[in-house]
């Protein structure tokens, strides 16, 4: 079964960074776009970052874009969100997603606080 795991959220003070991961498994990994939604408490969840299935085309939300960077290690099923110069607003629980399967694993917490 489709399964995704998120992994590295943490508190961490404004301007500083986090990396995510996302392990996937129980589908061809390769074969699939990857994004990177975040949800803050009383929100919609949010699209944040998409990368295509080899990896070649990115794609950011506005208030992301220069920030954060998505990619991919399709040898080891795992996708990554590089997230710098985090701001207060970028507290969220993150998570994952295979475009076109509707799947959601439990995300990850990451805050910014100083």
């Known amino acids: 079964q489709v399964q995704l795991v998120e992994s590295g959220g943490g508190l961490v003070q404004p301007g500083g960074s986090l990396r995510l991961s996302c392990a996937a498994s129980?589908?061809?990994?390769?074969?699939?776009?990857m994004r990177w939604y975040r949800q803050a408490p009383g929100q919609e969840r949010e699209l944040v970052a998409t990368?295509?299935?080899?990896?070649?085309?990115?794609n950011y939300a506005d208030s992301v874009k220069g920030r954060f960077t998505i990619s991919r290690d399709n040898a080891n099923n795992t996708v990554y969100l590089q997230m710098n110069s985090l701001k207060p607003e970028d507290t969220a629980v993150y998570y994952c997603?295979?475009?076109?399967?509707?799947?959601w694993g439990q995300g990850t917490q990451a805050t910014v606080s100083s």
């Open positions: 997603n295979a475009r076109g399967i509707e799947y």
């Open positions: 129980g589908f061809t990994f390769s074969r699939y776009a």
């Open positions: 990368i295509t299935s080899a990896g070649g085309l990115t």
